[in-house]
């Protein structure tokens, strides 16, 4: 069965050239079913019920081993799984996005020297697994697909010249005169996405060191499958999938969310459902939900995918105190319905800009206008801000707590990135000295940067600090969400919340999630004023806050104070 479907997927990209390679893969597809038979299964859709915690091994607590120190910490939180941001060999030039080997990690996250073996490596990444899950955690990582570094070997073989075996695992050319529809990612900090080396031009989407693999090569195709192997006998829980969109490339179009594009996922997809049925394939895809809905596929491309149009919305609907465009985005006319298999993954903040891609002007003129309070926050000329989200929201815990609220009552598999769970702050230093190392003035760097976990622990002793204050508010609503299913898997409905007088309060986004026989009441203020308003209309008898422990009646008026959000259950 998995060999007739990889030989169609094969044959609708390479139509049938090669095909001993593909037979040479069913060889070590099948060895490796085998040899791997005793991972633990994975639980089909277990991502629907997780919440996601982002991080850098490094600049959380320098290594695996600091890390592993604090799993018990996020998993009191109320976190299921872990993201490892790039932990895969790498110069660095791209916070580890640009990968030097697929089969390595970075020595230092595993305490290594630089000569240290791929057996010293695979003991050390097993230890930190093994607790990992012990404490109830998954662990995810990412995997740029779309690019390496040019430090890869594969690379540093292609640029040999044109006889070189490799040089077709990239795009050279002997001109920029190909693929002139391509739009530039990085504006403001890369004039072309074309680089030139020796004698000719490579291309690449991003940086200039992180030169683009060539799909139309199968050879490609099967390293990266093998690469997914390697690391699912290791024992990991699923991979990110870095940049997807742009895999294939294809003259005339912007080589972007191409058909062919879709071919290869199918197959990534297919590989690893076979070898490790469940494990995650996350879909990083800056696109609008209808491109994005395409990467679910019928069940057999990514089990999820971020929605980026909502992110902003939500932060829109903060600083518009404006309810209408949260539900505007997730409408059928903009978000369209998902396989049952797949899911949503929303965020506020992580390791990259709040972007502005996906939105109109006006809206890009509103988020500047709120919420770029330094210059140097704008991120590839206008099309982002850059900022941690106690900046953006002025440090008021109650703004932040209502931002978490929405995001953790919408549908979707919710993402906490790491420090926002105690309110932490730009890092200025991580972002001048970054700055200074890589030349770069990449204004992503703010977000980033190290924990000092003695100061993080000093500020939550005191219960009366702004940290402790955020993560109080933020792990209530992370064990809340963990016991309402209704929360995590029920559909949600809007509802009106009117004043006494019958008209509808634009302010107040509410909306029920409903789950069989479980019902939650989502009441959440988006202003800074209080709020007097009725009951929602069609409810009945005593509901009981499950955020405060208060008691409402149906009957009775009601008043949200600013910022204030409820979740009311019988």
């Given amino acids: 069965m998995i060999q007739k479907k990889l030989k169609h997927l094969w044959e609708e990209l390479y139509a049938g050239q090669d095909i001993e390679l593909l037979e040479d893969f069913f060889t070590e597809l099948e060895d490796h079913k085998k040899t791997n038979s005793s991972l633990p299964k994975q639980e089909a859709g277990w991502y629907k019920d997780a919440v996601i915690y982002s991080l850098y091994v490094d600049l959380f607590n320098t290594d695996f081993k600091g890390l592993t120190e604090k799993l018990a910490y996020i998993s009191e939180l109320g976190v299921s799984c872990l993201w490892l941001l790039p932990i895969l060999d790498s110069p660095m030039k ?24 791929l057996e010293e490596q695979r003991k050390l990444f097993k230890i930190f697994l093994d607790e990992a899950h012990a404490h109830g955690l998954r662990v995810i990582f990412d995997i740029a697909m779309n690019h390496t570094s040019m430090e890869h070997p594969w690379f540093q073989e292609s640029r040999k010249g044109a006889d070189n075996p490799f040089r077709e695992y990239y795009i050279w050319n002997k001109d920029i005169n190909r693929y ?7 504006k403001g900090m890369c004039p072309s996405n074309w680089e ?31 690469n997914l192997l390697f690391w699912l006998s290791q024992g990991v829980d699923g991979f990110r999938a870095d940049a997807i ?5 294809e003259e005339g179009t912007d080589c972007e969310n191409l058909p062919e594009t879709h071919t290869i996922v199918k197959f ?8 490790r049925p469940d494990t995650l394939l996350l879909a990083e895809a800056c696109q609008p939900p209808k491109e994005v809905v395409k990467y679910f596929g019928n069940g057999d491309e990514c089990h999820a995918g971020y929605h980026f149009p909502l992110m902003p919305q ?9 309810r209408k465009v949260v539900f505007d985005v997730l409408s059928s006319d903009v978000t369209p319905e998902i396989p049952d298999e797949a899911q949503w993954f929303t965020f506020l903040r992580v390791h990259d800009e709040l972007t502005l891609e996906m939105v109109t002007q006006e809206e890009r003129d509103i988020i500047n206008s709120f919420y770029l309070k ?7 000329e206008g099309e982002g801000v850059a900022s941690r989200l106690s900046e953006l929201l002025d440090k008021i815990p109650e703004r932040i707590a209502l931002a978490y609220s ?27 000295n970054m700055k200074k190392e890589t030349g770069y003035n990449d204004s992503r760097y703010f977000v980033r940067g190290s924990i000092n976990w003695d100061d993080v622990h000093e500020k939550l002793s005191n219960k009366n600090s702004f940290e402790a204050q955020i993560n109080k508010y933020i792990r209530n609503m992370l064990h809340i969400r963990k016991q309402e299913i209704a929360l995590r898997r029920g559909k949600m409905e809007e509802i009106a919340i009117k004043t006494f007088t019958k008209a509808t309060i634009e302010h107040i986004l509410a909306y029920t999630r409903t789950y069989k026989n479980e019902q939650i009441i989502v009441l959440q203020n988006l202003s800074d004023k209080i709020t007097g308003c009725t009951f929602p209309e069609g409810f009945e008898g005593t509901y009981r806050d499950l955020l405060s422990g208060r008691s409402y009646s149906a009957s009775e008026a009601m008043r949200l104070n600013a910022w204030e959000t409820l979740w009311l259950k019988k």
């Fill in 94 to 117: 791209d916070a580890g996005f640009d990968i030097r080997n697929y089969d390595r990690i970075r020595p230092d996250l595993l305490g290594l020297s630089n000569d240290a073996t």
């Fill in 180 to 186: 002139k529809e391509t739009r530039l990612l990085f």
């Fill in 196 to 226: 030139k080396d020796g004698e000719c031009y490579f291309f690449h989407r991003f940086f200039e060191f992180q030169p683009d693999l060539n799909y139309r090569n199968p050879k490609v195709l099967l390293e990266m499958s093998k």
């Fill in 245 to 249: 969109p742009y895999l294939w490339k």
């Fill in 314 to 322: 939500i932060f829109i609907a903060l600083a518009t105190q404006n």
């Fill in 374 to 380: 330094d210059p140097r926050w704008l991120f590839r």
């Fill in 406 to 432: 929405i995001m953790l009552t919408l549908p979707g598999t919710p993402l906490v990135y790491y420090g926002d769970e105690f309110g932490r702050t730009n890092d200025e230093a991580y972002y001048k």
């Fill in 268 to 275: 990534f997809r297919a590989v690893t459902e076979y070898a």
